[in-house]
């Protein structure tokens, strides 16, 4: 079946700029993650919806930062005034019920965003 | 919060040779430990885990192996094959806390 998929796959754009990464998880998972990847490093957590509501955004860097998932399902992650340091590789990734033992999270591929 | 160290970093191989990650971390309460595989291009991917009232876990070629007195735990690859080359992360997790912090990675290499 599909899996998660996030659009678009790369991103260019000038500093000071808005812009706006979509994530479609897999039909029928109720939570959904997003992260932030800089080069040589982890994923970064920065936000977890539990339906259409973000149960956990304590990893949002500051408040040019923002997402959404109006109806429980796709999710749009929202950047305003970019600065270069935001260059990274966003994923998104969702799973069936939520944070526990039994739970698997599935990445989508990510977006590659660059600031310049 | 969660600090999370993984070593090494780096890691070549020759094709058929077991490799070893361990994966330490610094909250107690974390509870579930997983291992993901990175392709270049590719997000994440699970590749095994355990839980902590388990000490070892094998699927196949792959193995993890938890110390929760010492808060660590290494994953184990037997007769690597250069398909297994990518970049593995652990993510250990309280789940009551809700997020993963996942460590810095280890680039694995397996040579023909």
């Known amino acids: 079946g599909a899996g998660v998929s996030q659009t678009p796959s790369n991103k260019v754009t000038e500093k000071g700029k808005y812009v706006e990464l979509r994530c479609d998880p897999i039909?029928?998972?109720?939570?959904l993650y997003w992260y932030r990847q800089s080069l040589g490093q982890g994923p970064e957590f920065l936000i977890y919806?539990?339906?259409?509501?973000?149960?956990?955004d304590s990893g949002l860097p500051n408040d040019r930062f923002f997402a959404v998932r109006p109806e429980g399902s796709v999710s749009t992650l929202k950047i305003q005034r970019t600065e270069r340091g935001d260059s990274a590789v966003y994923l998104c990734?969702?799973?069936?019920?939520?944070?526990?033992?039994?739970?698997?999270?599935?990445f989508g591929p990510g977006t590659r965003l660059t600031v310049l | 919060g969660e600090n999370v160290e993984q070593h090494p970093s780096t890691l070549s191989v020759q094709e058929g040779d077991s490799a070893v990650i361990k994966c330490t971390y610094s909250?107690?309460?974390?509870?579930?430990f997983p291992w993901y595989k990175q392709e270049l291009g590719k997000g994440p991917q699970l590749i095994i885990d355990?839980?902590?009232?388990?000490g070892e876990k094998k699927d196949q070629r792959i193995a993890v192996t938890l110390n929760k007195t010492a808060k660590h735990f290494s994953l184990h690859i037997t007769e690597t094959q250069p398909e297994d080359s990518a970049v593995y992360f652990c993510?250990?997790?309280?789940?009551?806390?809700?997020?993963?912090?996942f460590g810095d990675g280890t680039t694995l290499t397996v040579k023909p």
């Open positions: 990734a969702s799973s069936l019920t939520g944070p526990s033992v039994t739970d698997t999270q599935y």
């Open positions: 039909s029928g998972h109720t939570a």
């Open positions: 919806f539990q339906g259409t509501g973000a149960a956990d």
């Open positions: 909250d107690s309460a974390s509870n579930y």
């Open positions: 355990i839980r902590s009232n388990v």
């Open positions: 993510a250990p997790h309280n789940t009551n806390a809700g997020k993963s912090t």
